[in-house]
């Protein structure tokens, strides 16, 4: 094989696998050391406990922004579950502002990549947002914890009014409202903001639902997506150009989410309407009487997915006819 096809077969892998779980590790690991040396146990334990998961995780890569649909649904959450019991959803976050409180400050941090890691102990699913800054990966002071039982999501426009929003004031309109949700902590550093600050409970949560905010988005839409009937993964492997590439490195399967068109309408549903949506969005599971009588289930699907080329190099499109 030719050097120049050997470069183009690397940057194919790397270009479908970015693998930012393979760069965060080390400078997580690396944080570890450094709460070791500040006394800071807790976190410690933490880091050392993310890099564990994000190690064994399954992969995925989403789109830029990590977003694949205008706006989460509440119904996007409400009964889905991550695909495996460790999963992580990377992404490049771009031009995508995340407010400082992520960390606790008040500024607008320069995040640039984020891994969302869940980790699922039923019947909690515990969501680790990693992310890298001019400083390098970390951690948040807080994790949001989704259970089962107690969290309930809802849409724009769903909540019943009264219902207190904790997101972005800009994404009031698009966002969604939860509650019951609650925050795990990292240990000595949120404590020290605490104290710093004299926060009390409504203000943590507050600020650790605005921090969050946008991670939920990424993972409750990746959930959604992969429960579709015409949404499947192929598992992208690193080829041995792309191990010649960086030979020092770790490198992970990933999953790449595959959209047929060709599903979009099961057998028996009519297609209806007057025009194809212009954008790319996701059709909730319903049921639906047949024109003989029965009643039967179609199952959510992604619509018009040939628009996701437009804003997802990372998406494949398969042929209607394959």
């Given at each position: 094989?030719s050097?120049?096809?050997r470069?183009?077969?690397?940057?194919?892998?790397?270009?479908?696998?970015?693998?930012?779980?393979?760069?965060?590790?080390?400078?997580?690991?690396?944080?570890?050391?450094?709460?070791?040396?500040?006394?800071?146990?807790?976190?410690?334990?933490?880091?050392?406990?993310?890099?564990?998961?994000?190690?064994?995780?399954?992969?995925?890569?989403?789109?830029?922004?990590?977003?694949?649909?205008?706006?989460?649904?509440?119904?996007?959450l409400?009964?889905?579950?991550?695909?495996?019991?460790?999963?992580?959803?990377?992404?490049?976050?771009g031009s995508?502002p995340?407010?400082?409180?992520?960390?606790?400050?008040?500024?607008?941090?320069?995040?640039?990549?984020?891994?969302?890691?869940?980790?699922?102990?039923?019947?909690?699913?515990?969501?680790?947002?990693?992310?890298?800054?001019?400083?390098?990966?970390?951690?948040?002071?807080?994790?949001?914890?989704?259970?089962?039982?107690?969290?309930?999501?809802?849409?724009?426009?769903?909540?019943?009014?009264?219902?207190?929003?904790?997101?972005?004031?800009?994404?009031?309109?698009?966002?969604?409202?939860?509650?019951?949700?609650?925050?795990?902590?990292?240990?000595?550093?949120?404590?020290?903001?605490?104290?710093?600050?004299?926060?009390?409970?409504?203000?943590?949560?507050?600020?650790?639902?605005?921090?969050?905010?946008?991670?939920?988005?990424?993972?409750?839409?990746?959930c959604?997506?992969?429960?579709?009937?015409?949404?499947?993964?192929?598992?992208?492997?690193?080829?041995?150009?792309?191990?010649?590439?960086?030979?020092?490195?770790?490198?992970?399967?990933?999953?790449?989410?595959?959209?047929?068109?060709?599903?979009?309408?099961?057998?028996?549903?009519?297609?209806?309407?007057?025009?194809?949506?212009?954008?790319?969005?996701?059709?909730?599971?319903?049921?639906?009487r047949?024109?003989?009588?029965?009643?039967?289930?179609?199952?959510?699907?992604?619509?018009?997915?040939?628009?996701?080329?437009t804003?997802?190099k990372?998406?494949?499109?398969?042929?209607?006819?394959?």
């Amino acid at each position: 094989m030719s050097r120049s096809k050997r470069n183009a077969a690397a940057e194919e892998y790397f270009r479908r696998a970015p693998n930012y779980s393979a760069d965060a590790i080390p400078d997580l690991s690396e944080r570890v050391r450094w709460h070791q040396k500040k006394g800071n146990g807790e976190a410690a334990s933490l880091y050392e406990y993310v890099v564990e998961k994000l190690e064994a995780a399954h992969k995925f890569s989403l789109p830029e922004g990590g977003l694949l649909f205008a706006e989460t649904r509440g119904w996007m959450l409400n009964g889905q579950r991550p695909p495996f019991p460790v999963s992580a959803f990377e992404f490049l976050l771009g031009s995508t502002p995340q407010s400082g409180v992520f960390m606790g400050g008040s500024k607008t941090a320069k995040v640039k990549r984020e891994i969302v890691l869940s980790v699922r102990e039923e019947p909690l699913t515990i969501l680790f947002p990693i992310i890298e800054t001019d400083g390098g990966w970390q951690l948040p002071l807080w994790f949001p914890m989704l259970h089962d039982e107690e969290t309930v999501f809802y849409g724009p426009g769903e909540a019943p009014a009264g219902t207190r929003f904790h997101g972005p004031e800009d994404a009031r309109e698009r966002g969604f409202i939860t509650v019951g949700i609650k925050f795990h902590r990292l240990g000595e550093p949120a404590k020290q903001l605490i104290d710093e600050y004299g926060l009390d409970e409504a203000e943590i949560n507050r600020r650790a639902m605005r921090g969050s905010f946008h991670s939920i988005s990424a993972y409750a839409q990746a959930c959604a997506a992969l429960s579709c009937t015409n949404v499947s993964t192929e598992v992208i492997r690193p080829n041995r150009e792309a191990r010649a590439a960086r030979p020092a490195s770790t490198l992970f399967d990933y999953h790449v989410l595959m959209i047929d068109p060709g599903r979009e309408h099961p057998p028996g549903e009519a297609l209806g309407g007057t025009h194809a949506s212009p954008r790319t969005h996701l059709r909730r599971g319903h049921i639906r009487r047949l024109a003989w009588g029965p009643r039967v289930w179609v199952n959510s699907c992604v619509v018009n997915p040939s628009a996701i080329g437009t804003v997802n190099k990372d998406y494949a499109v398969r042929p209607v006819n394959h």
